[in-house]
């Protein structure tokens, strides 16, 4: 059973830094496109960045140069590197596998800027 567990949320004030995990089991994790979205409240979710299995990266264009995703296949784990966090990074951030024809979610953590 795929599970994904998302971990590191929490208060930040404007500028600051936040580190997300994602633990992953229940799969093959090293050979699956990784990525991370974020809801906002009264929002859709939204895609912000994704890792390859070999670590090529991309992202939504409100944090590239600020956000970084990266990988430990050997831990089975996904990170997202947050910095100069703006008002508008607050959400839940959840991380996603697709794996086949199912997608699956974690249950999300919560970043709230705080000024």
């Known amino acids: 059973q795929v599970q994904l567990v998302e971990s590191g949320g929490g208060l930040v004030q404007p500028g600051g830094s936040q580190r997300l995990s994602c633990v992953a089991s229940g799969y093959i994790f090293n050979i699956y496109v990784m990525r991370w979205y974020r809801q906002a409240p009264g929002k859709q979710r939204e895609w912000v960045a994704s890792i390859s299995s070999v670590g090529s990266t991309n992202y939504e264009d409100s944090v590239k140069g600020r956000f970084a995703i990266s990988r430990d296949n050997a831990k089975k784990s996904l990170y997202l590197q947050m910095n100069n966090l703006k008002p508008e990074d607050t959400a839940v951030y959840y991380c996603?596998?697709?794996?086949?024809?199912?997608?699956?979610w974690g249950q999300g953590t919560q970043v709230t800027g705080s000024s």
């Open positions: 996603n596998v697709m794996v086949g024809s199912l997608n699956y």
